[in-house]
């Protein structure tokens, strides 16, 4: 079993794919241990000697904080903290963000600013372990004070609260803990607060989300590389001098992957009647690259924030300061992912144009995609399908960041709706994938039409590799079955 030591290195996003895809165990390194437990015996030497009250440590949270709390209820305050703020409703969060949230939480709590029990620590490392997932909804945050409903929802198995998934039943997770042999966790000032501020909702989200791109902008590149020259396009847009006197990182790199793509194609070197091509693939790298830049950016804003403490207050034992601040804020990642939204709905957008022009019946393929239009509706309905969903996601890329509803008796007076830019860019990404592959089977398709002359090597290899699960279609038949394999071909093929 591969182990990830969680410890005050970087985690890089590619780090955080192999732990999520090559299913890694976590384990605290000594050092994490040492700081975490470090900074728990100074807060409770700081609580010894400090008359003045200290925020979420001795006193009520948001409105209530000029409210003291006796040391004889600190830990009732904290528990109920958890309690309370478990309002989270909607649809369930699907299971590889909760394991990503629970990653992402024990890296901001193992820097030893938050004041946390090892053990706690070490509880959300067992549930990640052995994928026993708290039961968390989507709905609920408002991406300021962290993200307190759904963050409240993960907390709660350590109190023997909540629900969990194990084994593919959801259970009341005091019955899981007895099965798994762990006692709940008897929760210490300030505890509740370090697990319930922070950013780890939308954070996960957002990585769980940038994985994705990542992986659909490749897929453009190759399914555009298939569609154009099943449209018998042109590959002089392509050239180095075109997109090296623009010099956008992301447009340039797209050219050349796109040659590399269509390199050795029979169909792309014979000579052609028109003169260009439609935007949809004329401007391929111009609209992919851009996308791709934008990726590259929110991936260094998002891994910046997954190696950061993001609880309040923040406990500094060597500089003997507990500030109350607010770096639970989600504004620099609500700002972010409303923008990768908009850059992979682009890439969804430009690829429903690609295959509505593939069946519109020009350059001598058939409306339609089948050999006899009029009785055969063939590829008519999947574009609408495609237009639908790309319809959706214009309306999904409404900026969330935008908006801010005051909250906590006017306490918390701007918050940054982080958690719903999270939930929508992930929306917006699973329509994307239903798009590419719509074009997949679109491109495919108009590719036989073209026989007997080849593509490029890597088209065709694309191409094989694809009619293993989805057939040409000679007459008219049902059709989603075909669209979700395309969609399963793409999150599983290489």
């Given at each position: ?96 963000v ?41 709905q609920g ?72 791109a ?116 989600g ?14 709905a ?72 982080g958690?719903?830019?999270a ?36 088209n ?24 979700e ?10």
């Open positions: 079993m591969k182990v990830h030591h969680i410890s005050a290195e970087r985690l890089t996003i590619d780090r955080v794919r192999q732990i999520i895809e090559e299913h890694y165990r976590l384990e605290l390194s000594d050092d994490a241990r040492h700081r975490i437990a470090r900074c728990r015996e100074y807060l409770d030497e700081k609580m010894q000697r400090q008359k003045s009250p200290i925020y979420g440590v001795t006193t009520g949270f948001g409105s209530l904080c000029n409210i003291s709390v006796g040391a004889d209820e600190l830990g009732r305050l904290q528990k109920n903290l958890v309690m309370s703020h478990a309002c989270g409703t909607g649809e369930r969060v699907p299971n590889e909760v394991r990503l949230m629970l990653l992402l939480k024990v890296q901001s709590l193992s820097y030893g600013n938050s004041g946390v029990q090892v053990a706690s620590v070490e509880r959300l490392i067992d549930m990640f372990n052995a994928d026993v997932l708290p039961v968390v909804y989507q945050s408002l991406g300021a004070s962290g993200d307190l409903a759904p963050l409240a929802h993960l907390s709660l198995p350590l109190l023997g609260l909540g629900e969990v998934e194990y084994r593919g039943e959801v259970r009341p997770s005091a019955d899981v803990l007895a099965q798994m042999g762990w006692p709940t966790i008897e929760l210490l000032s300030k505890e509740g607060l370090a697990l319930l501020n922070g950013t780890q909702f939308m954070s996960a989200y957002g990585v769980w989300s940038l994985l994705k990542q992986d659909e902008s490749a897929w453009a590149d190759r399914i555009a590389a298939l569609s154009l020259d099943a449209f018998d396009g042109r590959i002089e847009p392509f050239c180095d001098e075109v997109h090296i006197v623009r010099g956008h990182k992301g447009q340039l790199a797209t050219a050349r992957r796109m040659r590399e793509l269509l390199a050795g194609s029979e169909i792309l070197s014979r000579e052609k009647s028109h003169v260009q091509d439609p935007y949809s693939f004329r401007c391929i790298p111009q609209v992919h690259g851009a996308s791709k830049d934008t990726i590259e950016y929110v991936a260094s804003v998002l891994e910046t924030e997954i190696n950061s403490v993001t609880d309040n207050p923040t406990i500094f034992p060597d500089e003997d300061m507990v500030v109350s601040a607010g770096n639970f804020h504004q620099p990642i609500a700002l972010a992912m409303d923008f990768l939204a908009i850059a992979v682009e890439l969804g957008n430009i690829s429903e144009r690609r295959t509505y022009k593939l069946i519109s019946g020009v350059r001598s393929l058939p409306s339609f995609l089948v050999a006899n239009p009029g009785l055969n509706s063939g590829f008519m309905i999947p574009q609408y399908a495609a237009a639908s969903i790309v319809s959706q996601s214009k309306g999904l890329c409404m900026p969330a960041s935008v908006d801010s509803i005051p909250s906590s008796q006017g306490q918390e007076d701007h918050v940054s709706m958690s719903n830019a939930t929508k860019l992930a929306r917006v990404v699973l329509n994307t994938e239903r798009v590419l592959a719509i074009e997949l089977m679109n491109a495919a398709q108009a590719l036989e039409f073209r026989r007997p002359l080849r593509s490029s090597a890597c065709e290899q694309l191409f094989e590799a694809y009619r293993r699960v989805v057939p040409f279609v000679d007459n008219d038949e049902v059709m989603y079955p075909h669209i394999s395309s969609v399963q071909f793409l999150r599983t093929a290489k």
